[in-house]
Nanobody, 116 residues
Framework: QVQLVESGGGLVQPGWSLRLSCAAS????????IYWYRQTPGKEREWVAT????????NYEDSVKGRFTISRDNAKSTAYLQMNSLKPEDTAVYSC?????????WGQGTQVTVSS
């Protein structure tokens, strides 16, 4: 059974940092790209970052480049999203995603709120 479980969200002030985790199980984690997305109420889900299976190839949405870093630890079947210099517009529910068996799998998401 494929499972993705996010953690690490919270309420922080602008300029602070958070590290999100995505713990995966039920598939061969090391062979699959992992994606982070975010969503705010009333808006479409937005892609944030991707890391492919060999870890040194990453991509970022323009607004988070230079502030967010995606990484993975294949031994722990866990992906991370280090978020620095957080802004109020980063407030959203963040979810990780994997494409497997012809469909998307999502975690339950973790809330990130950036507010003074």
């Amino acid at each position: 059974q494929v499972q993705l479980v996010e953690s690490g969200g919270g309420l922080v002030q602008p300029g602070w940092s958070l590290r999100l985790s995505c713990a995966a199980s039920g598939f061969t984690f090391s062979t699959k790209p992992i994606y982070w997305y975010r969503q705010t109420p009333g808006k479409e889900r937005e892609w944030v970052a991707t890391i492919i299976s060999d870890s040194d190839k990453t991509n970022y949405e323009d607004s988070v480049k230079g502030r967010f870093t995606i990484s993975r630890d294949n031994a722990k079947s866990t992906a991370y999203l280090q978020m620095n210099s957080l802004k109020p517009e980063d407030t959203a529910v963040y979810s990780c995603n994997v494409w497997l068996l012809g469909r998307n799998f999502w975690g339950q998401g973790t809330q990130v709120t950036v507010s003074s």
